[in-house]
């Protein structure tokens, strides 16, 4: 039972870590491309693609804290992980801030 203890949380966690940055480094490069080229047509693209990636983290971030809710002895691991989907909201929003800056919208 341990076993698949860990190997349910191992790859919930890697999952979780590969989503949030996947969609740290498509929004990054959504966000440049707009710096780049402001008439270039991102800003829908990005704007749907926060809200395709903010159910998906949400989903993933749900889970993750159930998980750590049921399995104890994962229970810091998986919040940290939580922590790391977490960091996504920020760089979005400090993203939103420079396009808006820059007139790009």
Request: proline share 2%.
């Amino acid at each position: 039972m341990v076993n698949q203890t860990f190997d349910l949380t191992e790859h919930l966690e890697f999952s979780a870590k590969l989503i949030g940055g996947g969609s740290f480094v498509i929004g990054t490069i959504l966000f440049i491309l707009q710096l780049i080229n402001p008439k270039g047509g991102y800003e829908i693209t990005g704007l749907y693609f926060t809200g395709y990636a903010f159910v998906i983290n949400a989903f993933f971030f749900l889970c993750l804290l159930a998980a750590a809710g049921a399995f104890y002895v994962r229970r810091i691991i998986l919040l940290k992980t939580a922590g790391i989907l977490l960091l996504n909201i920020p760089i979005a929003f400090i993203y939103l801030l420079i396009l808006i800056n820059q007139n790009a919208f």
